[in-house]
């Protein structure tokens, strides 16, 4: 599960950042196309925040759906599923969007 080692990135990042101060909240962004399964995120933030100033916070996920441009019939279009297929059959897409790890806010 590589979800456990991102959030510890995460967690790194913030504590970096803020030192000893105590978080209460963070807030992610995790798009339908990045590969990173928001459930699995959940589960690992009590496992990788003990310990540490981000004990007890909360944690709050956006999932923005993928976005995507078909190259054979030119239709803009959202992937929510990971498998960005045109409707009109082309799996010849530019994914622009939804790919995104982002931490959008910590709060203290």
């Not at 992937?79 to 409707?87: F, N, Q, S, Y």
């Amino acid at each position: 599960m590589h979800e456990l080692a991102i959030m510890q990135a995460i967690i790194e990042q913030v504590t970096e950042r803020l030192g000893d101060r105590r978080v209460t909240a963070i807030h992610l962004a995790v798009g339908k196309m990045s590969g990173v399964v928001p459930d699995a995120l959940r589960f690992s933030f009590d496992v990788a925040t003990e310990g540490t100033t981000l004990a007890g916070a909360t944690l709050t996920i956006d999932e923005p759906p993928g976005r995507a441009h078909c190259r054979s019939c030119g239709a803009d279009f959202e992937v929510d599923d990971g498998i960005p297929l045109c409707a009109c059959g082309s799996a010849d897409v530019a994914v622009w969007g939804g790919d995104e790890l982002l931490i959008h806010s910590v709060s203290c």
